[in-house]
Every structure is written in C-alpha cells, then in structure tokens.
C-alpha cells in the first residue's frame, strides 16, 4: 500500500511519515502464491507449482519430461509474495530423498 501523503505539520507526525515508507513487514503466507515455472508435468493432476506451498506430501510439482536432458538443466517456480515489498524470514523445502528418482534437487537457489 502507499504511505500517507506527506503532513503539513513538522516533528514527530512528519517522522512517522517518513518511517512508514522504511519499514517492511514480513510476509503473509496468505499473501503468497505460485505464479509461474519452468514447466509442469502435464500427466499428473497432483503436479502443480502450486504444491509446492501445500505441505501435504499428497501434492507436488514436478517439472516437465524431457526438460532437463541428461538429468541437466535449471527448473524453476516464482512466487508473488504480497503487493508491496515485505521481509522473508523463512523459506522451507521439502525434497524427497534419494533415491526417489533422479527428480531430486541436488542445489537450491533462491534469488529476490
């Protein structure tokens, strides 16, 4: 959301002002959602990026086959995570562990 506009008044009402466009709160996981990947696997109604906010180990994303030739390739989910910038103190990931299949993260980058 915006900040207020700017007070007339001087001192602590103007100060006020000027911390609320500096302070950043942390996200809302209600907030929070999967707006894009790399690609889905189009043969599992389970597999979704969505999932991948779901804690439930029923539902998952997977990435498409064939995307990553020779076990090689980068796959990715973004998220939106609220309309305005906000502080992540947090992030958790669930990999099966091997060998599940040759479909587990072996690195994990996160980029903002």
């Known amino acids: 959301p915006r900040a207020p506009p700017l ?3 001087c001192g602590s009402e103007l100060v006020d002002c000027v911390l609320s466009y500096l302070l950043l709160h942390p996200v809302q996981m209600e907030c929070v959602r999967a ?8 043969h599992d109604r389970r597999s979704d990026p969505a999932h991948t906010l779901d804690p439930s180990p029923a539902n998952w994303w997977i990435s498409d086959s064939g995307s990553m030739p020779g076990g090689h390739g980068q ?4 998220y939106e995570v609220g309309p ?10 669930t ?5 599940s299949g040759p479909l587990s993260v072996r690195r994990f980058y996160f980029e903002a």
């Open 75 to 78: 796959q990715w989910v973004e």
């Open 95 to 99: 990999i099966p562990p091997l060998p």
């Open 35 to 42: 707006v894009a990947a790399s690609s889905c696997a189009d």
């Open 84 to 93: 305005c910038p906000v502080v992540i103190l947090v992030v958790h990931l």
């Open 7 to 9: 007070p007339r008044a």
